[in-house]
């Protein structure tokens, strides 16, 4: 049964992450759809969620999706692969149609498995991630129903987001973590042409990505091809932009100390910006 506590009025569009890599797709987004009112929740209090189960995955983004929905979003992009890997069909599938069939909850997986297809001329595509995202085989999965022949090889790397998330992935010791993963990755199979990245926070790494790998390896970053792939959605759902409300305003939401999500969000979106605290449940 739709939860009759919600309101049916236009509100922001829902940006949720477990950490800050999913400002990486917010900047994106913003830039394609600047229009838009927006309120990023960042579940920074129990991040990481690469390394959760997903019973636990699918709980606290559940819980959080939810809270956007509270505060009056009609549509929310879960801007975490971990999330989207581990919770998205769940809640698309068994909880909006009691919550309200008419709201939409989107991924960033899928936008950017449609587009890899058409980059890899070899076939064989890489996939950085963390080990959520990999143990999940959600790439492998979702790319075998849209393109017949391409072989995946994934490699995990669970350093990159506490290197990013504690401002240490310029640092020299970031890169033989960085530089080990790609090795790793490659040796693996040398006829890999795209690498993607499957993770919203790799794209702060991206540079030291491209100075080890050699040149004709194409690297597929998320921020870009889901703020296009929402821009698309909204042209094709002109019922759902117009539940999406148009003020060009921005909240950012953290379970963590506002202090702290402030100094670290500035790592991604290279301004200072005000958070709000809030608690969930």
Same mark, same amino acid.
């Given at each position: 049964?739709?939860?009759?506590?919600?309101?049916?009025?236009?509100?922001?569009?829902?940006?949720? =992450?477990?950490?800050?890599?999913?400002?990486?797709?917010?900047?994106?987004?913003?830039?394609? *759809?600047?229009?838009?009112?927006?309120?990023?929740?960042?579940?920074?209090?129990?991040?990481?969620?690469?390394?959760?189960?997903?019973?636990?995955?699918?709980?606290?983004?559940?819980?959080?999706?939810?809270?956007?929905?509270?505060?009056?979003?009609?549509?929310?992009?879960? @801007?975490?692969?971990? @999330?989207?890997?581990? @919770?998205?069909?769940? /809640?698309?599938?068994?909880? #909006?149609?009691?919550?309200?069939?008419?709201?939409?909850? #989107? %991924?960033?997986?899928?936008?950017?498995?449609?587009?890899?297809?058409?980059?890899?001329?070899?076939? $064989?595509?890489?996939?950085? @991630?963390?080990?959520?995202?990999?143990?999940?085989?959600?790439?492998?999965?979702?790319?075998?129903?849209? $393109?017949?022949? /391409?072989?995946?090889?994934?490699? !995990?790397?669970?350093?990159?987001?506490? #290197?990013?998330?504690?401002?240490?992935?310029?640092?020299?010791?970031? =890169?033989?973590?960085?530089?080990?993963?790609?090795?790793?990755?490659?040796?693996?199979?040398?006829?890999?042409?795209?690498?993607?990245?499957?993770?919203? &926070?790799?794209?702060?790494?991206?540079?030291?990505?491209?100075?080890?790998?050699?040149?004709?390896?194409?690297?597929?970053?998320?921020?870009?091809?889901? !703020?296009?792939?929402?821009?698309?959605? *909204?042209?094709? &759902?002109?019922?759902?932009? !117009?539940?999406?409300?148009?003020? %060009?305003?921005?909240?950012?939401?953290?379970?963590?100390?506002?202090?702290?999500?402030?100094?670290?969000?500035?790592?991604?979106?290279?301004?200072?910006?005000? !958070?709000?605290?809030?608690? #969930?449940?």
């Amino acid at each position: 049964m739709k939860n009759e506590t919600l309101s049916s009025l236009p509100g922001p569009i829902g940006i949720f =992450d477990s950490g800050y890599g999913g400002l990486t797709i917010l900047e994106k987004i913003r830039k394609e *759809l600047p229009q838009y009112d927006y309120i990023y929740l960042g579940d920074n209090a129990r991040t990481p969620y690469g390394t959760r189960s997903f019973d636990v995955v699918y709980k606290f983004t559940l819980e959080c999706v939810n809270q956007l929905f509270e505060m009056g979003c009609q549509l929310v992009v879960l @801007a975490c692969n971990t @999330a989207s890997a581990k @919770a998205l069909r769940s /809640i698309q599938q068994n909880d #909006l149609p009691q919550i309200d069939p008419s709201r939409r909850v #989107l %991924g960033v997986i899928r936008p950017t498995v449609e587009a890899v297809g058409s980059m890899t001329k070899t076939k $064989h595509i890489g996939l950085l @991630a963390t080990p959520g995202t990999v143990q999940s085989n959600s790439y492998p999965l979702e790319i075998a129903k849209l $393109h017949e022949n /391409i072989i995946v090889t994934s490699e !995990a790397c669970p350093l990159w987001v506490p #290197l990013i998330e504690n401002n240490e992935h310029l640092s020299v010791g970031a =890169d033989y973590f960085i530089r080990k993963n790609v090795q790793q990755l490659l040796e693996i199979d040398s006829l890999i042409d795209t690498i993607m990245l499957g993770c919203t &926070h790799y794209p702060l790494v991206e540079e030291k990505i491209k100075a080890l790998i050699p040149a004709g390896i194409s690297i597929v970053s998320q921020g870009e091809i889901v !703020a296009k792939s929402l821009v698309d959605y *909204l042209q094709r &759902h002109p019922e759902m932009s !117009a539940k999406c409300t148009q003020g %060009g305003s921005i909240r950012y939401l953290t379970t963590e100390s506002v202090e702290k999500f402030a100094s670290s969000a500035s790592i991604f979106l290279k301004e200072q910006i005000q !958070a709000e605290h809030i608690d #969930l449940g």
